[in-house]
């Protein structure tokens, strides 16, 4: 964590807050998430360590596509991301596992006046297993600073679907927020169980500093994902040929695929202007993906998501 606290970007927010002190109970989230095969050869959640306000009860199997499939919802008790807030998630896939992790809602950066919020995560993957991480969208409110790093080691054999979708912030209120956060900074990095660098990607977004409205950043569009694929070279090939880019029908959505180095994988990125058109197009994605790794498509969401 105390990498993420200390990038220069932060710094200038990186002041004491006058309400819950950093590092207050409630304040200091923690998840650890560790998957495996059990001796029947069903994936299950073996590892499970958690503390509030970061909440997982248990694994469900309610993916009617991959019934053998774990699902976990994370939940947090404490609503939206405040000043201070530090949270750290671990996930561990062993060898073989398979498992599809999201969150129960979308998370919610709050105004702020102090200090950032800021998330931690650590994703391994070991040979053969198979991981879709897939939160709802993240929700900057107005003055809402938030940092996020995101390593993960993977093997050569594993697959890893990771998403993230941002919004704009609160564009349907009755003053609508639309790039009012002060920053948000996310880092994701990768590398071999043997050390071997493959990629790392880092963009900061400065709403006041340079409006992302700006042709040549966002243009017009409001909403933005970032899906990151790393699996096998031939996989990566089949999915690359199997996904169509650019402009829907009236150029509301925006979608670009391109090859990660070091023959890792590849990068899905999605622009649109409202949430769900934006989530399709990632689903949709990650249908494709699922297809050629395990032979099973990614059915519909739940109408309640």
């Not at 398979?98 to 709050?110: D, E, L, N, S």
């Not at 790039?179 to 900061?204: H, M, N, W």
Request: charged share 25%.
């Amino acid at each position: 964590m105390q990498r993420v606290t200390a990038t220069r970007e932060m710094q200038p927010y990186n002041h004491p807050t006058r309400a819950m002190y950093i590092g207050a109970p409630g304040k200091v989230g923690y998840l650890r998430l560790g998957f495996e095969l059990d001796k029947s050869g069903k994936s299950i959640m073996r590892d499970l360590q958690r503390m509030a306000p970061l909440i997982v009860q248990q694994e469900l199997y309610c993916d009617e596509g991959m019934p053998a499939m774990p699902v976990v919802y994370i939940l947090s008790s404490g609503g939206p991301n405040v000043d201070g807030d530090r949270y750290e998630q671990e996930i561990m896939m062993r060898k073989g596992s398979i498992a599809h992790v999201t969150t129960g809602a979308a998370t919610k950066i709050a105004e702020m006046n102090d200090n950032f919020s800021a998330l931690c995560q650590n994703i391994v993957l070991e040979d053969d297993s198979y991981l879709e991480f897939m939160p709802e969208p993240t929700i900057p409110c107005r003055t809402a600073r938030y940092v996020t790093l995101t390593d993960i080691t993977c093997a050569p054999t594993a697959t890893l679907f990771y998403s993230e979708i941002f919004s704009c912030g609160r564009k349907h209120r009755d003053e609508p927020e639309i790039f009012d956060y002060d920053i948000l900074s996310v880092t994701c990095e990768a590398r071999r169980p043997d050390g071997q660098r493959l990629f790392r990607e880092k963009f900061v977004i400065e709403p006041k500093a340079q409006n992302p409205s700006m042709l040549g950043i966002m243009g017009r569009y409001q909403m933005f994902a970032n899906v990151i694929v790393l699996t096998p070279p031939d996989k990566a090939e089949e999915i690359y040929n199997a996904t169509e880019a650019g402009f829907s029908d009236n150029g509301d959505l925006a979608t670009g695929i391109t090859r990660l180095p070091n023959n890792a994988g590849l990068l899905f990125k999605v622009m649109g202007m409202e949430t769900e058109p934006v989530k399709k197009a990632v689903r949709s994605f990650a249908s494709t993906v699922r297809m050629s790794v395990k032979g099973h498509p990614l059915l519909p969401d739940f109408p309640w998501r």
